[in-house]
């Protein structure tokens, strides 16, 4: 997260960088991120 989000924008509010760090774990990390409950695969597939 530290290089995929924060490194790349600067922030006006602390409103802001929050909805984007949720925005980047819900939309992005929770749908690529392989579980091992599905067998190592990522939610998609």
Do not use: G
């Not at 995929?4 to 939309?27: C, F, G, M, P, Q």
């Not at 990390?29 to 695969?41: A, D, I, P, Q, V």
């Amino acid at each position: 997260m530290q290089v995929e989000l924060l490194s790349r924008k600067r922030w006006e509010t602390r409103v802001e960088l929050a909805n984007s760090i949720h925005d980047y774990i819900e939309l992005f990390h929770n749908t690529r991120r392989r579980h091992s409950s599905l067998n190592m695969l990522t939610p998609a597939e």
